[in-house]
């Protein structure tokens, strides 16, 4: 009986092993989000540091009894840039927002929301990106919803744009706010 190099048998294993994690990442029931191990927890910590003279967050309007949003965003982000009117349309329709700016220049920052306007309740300032990492936030914006409480119920990340905010974001906004 001829003896069978491990050498051999290994490629075909590992390109199985790849075909068996597509397979469970494409059959998961939302393959598109990414899963959050915030969601149904309170909301972690957010800085307590202010961006210049903006209204500063606290962690009190993250539970203040009515839905709330928390925006990570930055001034250097082109989505961020992109979501930046959806955001101060949401917030005309009286949607609660809190801001988080991270691993931006405060003056970067201020400049951004002055040329552009502000549509946070609240901005917190996270020049390190040390509250997004307890977040577990990838990359610049994502947002969560938060009921009144302030309990994590979804995270989307990406801009809240396009066909994507319509048919996962804004559904889950609406169902927080019992809509």
């Known amino acids: ?3 069978i190099n491990p050498l051999m048998v290994a490629p075909p294993l ?11 990442g494409m059959f998961r029931e939302d393959p598109e ?11 972690p910590p957010i800085p307590e ?3 210049n003279d903006f209204p500063i967050a ?5 539970a203040s009894g009515e839905v709330t949003l928390v925006n990570f965003w930055a001034s250097w982000c082109p989505p961020c840039r ?17 801001g988080i700016n991270f691993k931006d220049t405060e003056r970067a920052a201020t400049k951004y929301l002055i040329d552009d306007d502000n549509p946070f309740a609240g901005i917190a300032f996270d020049p ?17 919803i938060l009921d009144g409480d302030g309990t994590v119920l979804f995270r989307f990340a990406g801009p809240l744009i396009g066909s994507d905010y319509e048919q996962r974001f804004l559904p889950a906004l609406r ?5």
């Open 128 to 144: 390190q990106g040390r509250t997004a990492i307890d977040w577990g936030v990838t990359a610049p914006p994502e947002t969560f």
């Open 49 to 51: 540091k202010a961006l």
């Open 1 to 3: 009986m001829p003896k």
């Open 82 to 98: 992109a979501e930046h009117p959806m955001l101060l349309k949401m917030r005309a329709d009286g949607i609660n927002i809190v």
């Open 14 to 24: 590992i390109f199985a092993a790849f075909v068996a994690l597509a397979a469970v």
């Open 58 to 62: 606290t962690q009190d309007m993250l």
């Open 175 to 179: 169902a927080a706010q019992g809509n």
């Open 33 to 43: 989000g990414l899963p959050s191990t915030l969601v149904g927890k309170v909301a």
